[in-house]
């Protein structure tokens, strides 16, 4: 489910197969890559079957391992792994979560175990600069926080081949449940595309135990094979927390849900480019009392304005209903507005969609899961105060569109919250 990146690393497996036909013309072979990539992305199984495709010994060690309590352990563990691997070449190293011994020395004024982990850096250093040139060993390091590393590692000799494994796609999570699947008993009649589609951001890791989860709970309800309801509730289990059945809610909170979930889905339904509904549910779960879930037909990798202004529409259909059938305001919206008030600030500051602030980045973002935090341009008091109102009024607009919309459908919101009180429950159908 990763092919880009499998391209990339395909070629590391023909270095260490056939080194003679790329040095054939003096060029250097790359002796360091280093993996980056969210936990549970497939870091560890690639190296491995690297190692195996090439046919090559491969040593490994986690990043912990390194660093011990006793000082000069750490360094005295990679002399010797790296004695080992100079034995045996061609061959792979692996260093798990190099970041643990790999993050920026900090110039000597930290005692203790900081000090352990430079020793262990600077002796990983220089064993990787120690190498003969014909010496065919090639390095892999992995890491789900390359911004934290010691510009020391990337430079060019070392791991100066970043290969960044992102997140499966739609595709790539269908090819990753289809592998564990295999490994289950399950009904004939089962959708895996339908699975895969309604799990965006599972990593193969998370795939792999929802699988598992899957099949316990078949098990735990004495099935003889694993079947739909069974992964609908495993993946519930595990994107929102366990089920709280056993809470007691009044029938006040749950009617008011039930119409802030109602007001959600209505909002969506009436609005033309957004993402299908996909479940709606009042039974709390983890820390909120009801959920209304969408699910993209496709992984989206761009955002049109309409989409991102409709999406802040729908976050607000639950207080609008709130508001509109109970005439109150009431905690339950927090996150809504939490995340609505967070779409339009990127909206205006980063993406540009603001008419009236023009395609300017007021601030912008990191990477994702690269973990830089989001940074502020500098820009003066009264550009800061038109940001934030031009923000209050789209999120503003949004919600008055929305509880325009609930006036207008206001028969079907009854209608849709009474059968959500009876069913709790509801697919998209
Ligand atoms: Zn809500």
């Given at each position: 489910g990763i092919t880009e990146a499998k391209e990339e690393l395909q070629e590391i497996v023909e270095f260490l197969k056939t080194p003679e036909k790329y040095s054939r013309l003096g060029g250097r072979i790359p002796r360091g890559v280093l993996l980056q990539g969210a936990?549970?992305?497939g870091k560890t199984l690639l190296a491995k079957a690297i190692a195996g495709e090439a046919s090559v010994a491969f040593f490994s060690i986690g990043g912990?391992?390194?660093?011990?309590?006793?000082?000069g352990v750490g360094a005295s563990r990679v002399r010797e792994l790296f004695a080992e691997a100079k034995k045996s070449t061609p061959c792979l190293i692996f260093i798990d979560e190099i970041d643990a011994i790999?993050?920026?020395?900090?110039?000597?004024q930290s005692g203790g175990s900081s000090d352990e982990r430079e020793q262990t850096l600077n002796a990983l250093l220089v064993e990787m600069d120690g190498?003969?040139?014909?010496?065919t060993v090639i390095m892999i390091a992995a890491t789900n926080?390359?911004?934290?590393?010691?510009p020391a590692l990337l430079r060019p000799g070392r791991f100066d081949r970043r290969i960044t494994l992102s997140l499966p796609d739609v595709k790539g999570r269908l090819k990753i449940l289809e592998v564990h699947a295999q490994k289950i008993v399950t009904v004939p009649a089962m959708d895996l595309a339908a699975i895969a589609r309604s799990i965006?951001?599972?990593s193969g890791a998370e795939i792999a135990n929802l699988v598992n989860e899957a099949a316990l709970n078949a098990a735990r309800h004495n099935k003889e094979a694993v079947d739909m309801a069974d992964f609908e509730e495993a993946k519930d289990k595990i994107v929102?927390?366990?089920?709280?059945?056993?809470i007691v809610v009044s029938e006040q909170d749950r009617r008011l849900t039930a119409y802030h979930e109602a007001g959600h889905a209505i909002v969506g339904l009436m609005l033309e480019e957004t993402d299908p509904l996909h479940k709606i549910t009042i039974i709390p779960r983890g820390r909120a009392m009801g959920l209304t879930q969408q699910v993209p037909l496709d992984d989206r990798l761009t955002y049109s304005r309409d989409y991102l202004l409709n999406r802040i529409a729908i976050l607000m259909g639950g207080r609008a209903a709130e508001a509109l059938v109970f005439n109150r305001l009431t905690t339950g919206a927090s996150n809504d507005i939490l995340q609505a008030t967070d779409i339009a600030a990127r909206l205006v500051?980063?993406?540009?969609?603001s008419v009236e602030l023009?395609?300017?980045?007021?601030r912008h973002s990191g990477e994702g899961f690269l973990g830089d935090s989001g940074q502020q341009r500098p820009h003066s008091e009264m550009t800061a105060r038109r940001i934030d109102e031009e923000i209050r009024k789209l999120v503003g607009d949004c919600y008055d569109q929305a509880a325009d919309l609930l006036k207008k459908h206001n028969r079907f919101l009854h209608k849709f919250a009474e059968a959500l009180l009876l069913n709790e429950t509801m697919d998209a159908e």
């Open positions: 936990p549970g992305t912990s391992d390194f660093v011990e309590i006793f000082a790999g993050g920026r020395r900090s110039g000597g190498f003969d040139t014909e010496d926080r390359p911004d934290i590393l010691d965006p951001g599972f929102m927390g366990l089920e709280r059945r056993s500051g980063e993406w540009g969609m023009g395609p300017v980045a007021y």
